[in-house]
């Protein structure tokens, strides 16, 4: 389909579930009030319904709605079955006498899961006389029905008179328009770029969480930066540096925690569109990623200028660009774990508990706690796998590679004159830093941020393939 006829069929679909006067506003969640009951309703069925499916299966569309509109709700799809020669098949609950005359066909279960009645509502009303019943006047008699089970003691059941076996109306042929939908998908490049295009309208509309990470980039740079303001080259100089790493690190990582709500509401709108093979999981993940890069390349140019040289580290454009550089890795691990975290969490509190135990334990074996040497030899892989480790080394290097000669710590022996005791040098090698591991350790921590997406990737086409069973 072509993009001018794709646009022609959705806005048919919006004046055919009557949207139109909301077609410009947000459906809400629990913070924006968005759309109202209904028509959130007819907007979900609107999704269940773009592809032109020959089957449409809905699970208690008027489940929370109001007597009205739950009756709008069924009449509407009465009409759509029958403008689109479609098959409805849904759940429903006590529903009123008026919204029985939209349905045709019944399949009433015990709670044993039996048939207990299969047909049109007049054949259970036939039913029920044979079994020397009447239905009250306040009940219709598929309400009526569902109060007999509670008189089996002394009469026999809707089971016990079901008549004629089980009927399943043929499938209705589908258009050759949704065949075409069904059989053949758009192409990968059409996916990513509408799937881009919706994380960008998401993004532009959330302004609260962009401008939430800028202030906390600004925040946290300038905050870092008064508290270290100005490190002299000194042994004490060495020490702060290496907090000012080893806090950078925790602070990015962890900032990156808040976006686990969110990822958790996109999963139920992905598995959802995903089980009806609306577009590619694949696609989804690189559309993701394309957008995301970008934010978080601007978060880390931000937060870089703003701590980078208030605290005086090593006066070098590149060493500074290489710097900022590393920030943008370590929040795109950060992203990628916590989205394969979410991933496999049920719930926040789980994701939650996840995540910070998984960076608790990843800072343990960083190598600032504790040195390569003195951990134990069945930990040590931990210290390989753990995603604090290069970013560290690789800020260490940086600060320290260009300034090798440079001596932070002079050594007074009294007769002769004063010696360096402490180079930059020295501060390399005493962290096990003895060549440079700059770029090495790019394509690492490159590694571990399309490693974590890999997963997230696995991970949630497992469960689109449980949703689609």
């Not at 008026?98 to 019944?106: A, K, N, P, Q, V």
């Not at 089996?152 to 009927?167: C, G, N, Q, V, Y």
């Not at 701590?307 to 060493?319: K, N």
């Not at 916590?338 to 074996?365: E, M, Y």
Request: a positive charge; glycine letters at 6%.
């Amino acid at each position: 389909m072509s993009k001018g006829e794709r646009e022609q069929r959705v806005d048919a679909l919006i004046e055919e579930l009557g949207l139109v006067h909301v077609a410009q506003s947000y459906v809400g969640d629990e913070e924006i009030r968005g759309v109202s009951g209904g028509e959130r309703r007819r907007v979900s069925i609107g999704v269940d319904v773009i592809h032109d499916p020959p089957i449409l299966l809905l699970d208690e569309p008027t489940s929370g709605l109001d007597s009205s509109t739950a009756l709008h709700v069924v009449a509407l799809l009465a009409t759509m079955a029958q403008r689109r020669n479609q098959i409805v098949i849904l759940t429903i609950h006590q529903p009123s006498y008026r919204i029985l005359e939209y349905i045709s066909y019944f399949l009433l279960l015990t709670s044993s899961g039996n048939v207990a009645h299969s047909g049109s509502l007049r054949c259970l009303e036939k039913t029920i006389k044979k079994m020397d019943l009447k239905v009250p006047i306040q009940l219709n008699a598929l309400e009526f029905a569902m109060e007999i089970p509670l008189m089996a003691a002394t009469r026999p059941t809707l089971e016990d008179h079901l008549k004629s076996p089980m009927i399943f109306a043929p499938p209705t042929p589908a258009s050759p328009l949704s065949e075409e939908l069904i059989l053949k998908k758009q192409s990968r490049y059409s996916e990513i770029t509408h799937l881009s295009w919706r994380f960008w309208r998401v993004m532009y509309r959330t302004k609260q969480l962009f401008l939430s990470r800028i202030m906390q980039a600004l925040v946290g740079g300038f905050g870092l930066g008064s508290v270290y303001l100005h490190i002299k080259q000194s042994k004490t100089g060495v020490t702060e540096r290496l907090g000012l790493f080893a806090f950078t690190l925790s602070f990015l990582l962890s900032s990156t925690v808040e976006a686990l709500p969110i990822f958790l509401q996109e999963r139920r709108v992905l598995m959802r569109e995903s089980s009806r093979s609306m577009y590619r999981l694949s696609s989804y993940m690189i559309a993701n990623t394309l957008i995301f890069m970008p934010f978080l390349l601007i978060i880390s140019i931000i937060f870089s200028s703003s701590v980078y040289w208030l605290v005086g580290l090593r006066q070098s454009y590149t060493a500074f660009a290489y710097f900022t550089f590393v920030v943008w890795l370590i929040l795109l691990m950060a992203s990628s774990l916590v989205q394969f975290l979410s991933a496999i969490s049920p719930d926040f509190i789980l994701g939650n508990s996840l995540i910070s135990t998984s960076l608790g334990v990843f800072f343990l074996f960083s190598g600032y706690f504790i040195p390569k040497s003195s951990i134990p030899r069945y930990w040590m892989f931990m210290y390989y796998v753990s995603p604090y480790r290069y970013p560290l080394d690789s800020l260490l290097v940086n600060e320290y590679w260009g300034m090798k000669d440079v001596c932070f710590q002079w050594v007074d022996y009294g007769a002769g004159p004063s010696k360096c005791g402490l180079t930059g040098s020295d501060v390399l090698t005493n962290r096990g830093l003895d060549r440079d591991c700059r770029w090495e350790n790019v394509w690492i921590m490159l590694g571990f941020f399309m490693f974590y997406r890999f997963l997230s990737w696995i991970v949630l086409i497992w469960k689109a393939s449980r949703t689609m069973h």
